[in-house]
């Protein structure tokens, strides 16, 4: 990936465009949200609660295109679980729900999570 938004300066070349049919962008970014692809490249079930206020959103606006609503909750609240990757654009899209979601598994996410908002709120202490 290349940060084009840090571009300085761009000038026409000299050489012939050479198309590259050898990568797929679409497979390649696949299982992943963003563009950051982790180097071992491992694909984790992700499972998380949605609290009710949340739920029409996560339905209609879904996290990931192997999204599934595992149960739907007397309360409104939602078991959600889709199968991605672990990069930073997934933990900043799982911590722009707040409150409103509760990551259940793996546990190496969950944890991650935690820290980074224990670490927030103490900022506001």
């Keep these: 990936?290349?940060?084009?938004?840090?571009?300085?300066y761009i000038k026409n070349s000299?050489?012939?465009?050479?198309?590259?049919?050898?990568?797929?962008?679409?497979?390649?970014?696949d299982q992943v949200i963003?563009?950051?692809i982790p180097e071992d490249r491992k694909v984790w079930t992700i499972k998380f609660k949605v609290k009710a206020s949340q739920a029409p959103y996560i339905k209609t606006k879904q996290i990931h295109h192997t999204q599934k609503?595992?149960?739907?909750y007397i309360n409104g609240n939602l078991l959600i679980q889709f199968k991605?990757?672990?990069?930073?654009e997934l933990h900043s899209?799982?911590?722009?729900?707040?409150?409103?979601?509760?990551?259940?598994?793996?546990a190496s996410l969950?944890?991650?999570i935690a820290t980074?908002?224990?670490?927030?709120?103490?900022?506001?202490?």
Aim: net charge positive; aromatic share 12%.
């Design 1 to 8: 990936t290349l940060a084009l938004d840090r571009i300085k």
């Design 14 to 29: 000299s050489n012939h465009y050479v198309e590259n049919d050898l990568f797929d962008a679409r497979s390649y970014f």
């Design 34 to 36: 963003g563009v950051s």
């Design 69 to 72: 609503i595992i149960k739907e």
């Design 84 to 88: 991605a990757m672990q990069n930073f």
């Design 93 to 106: 899209l799982l911590l722009g729900f707040g409150d409103t979601i509760e990551i259940i598994k793996p």
């Design 110 to 112: 969950r944890k991650n």
């Design 116 to 125: 980074i908002l224990q670490k927030a709120a103490a900022l506001y202490r």
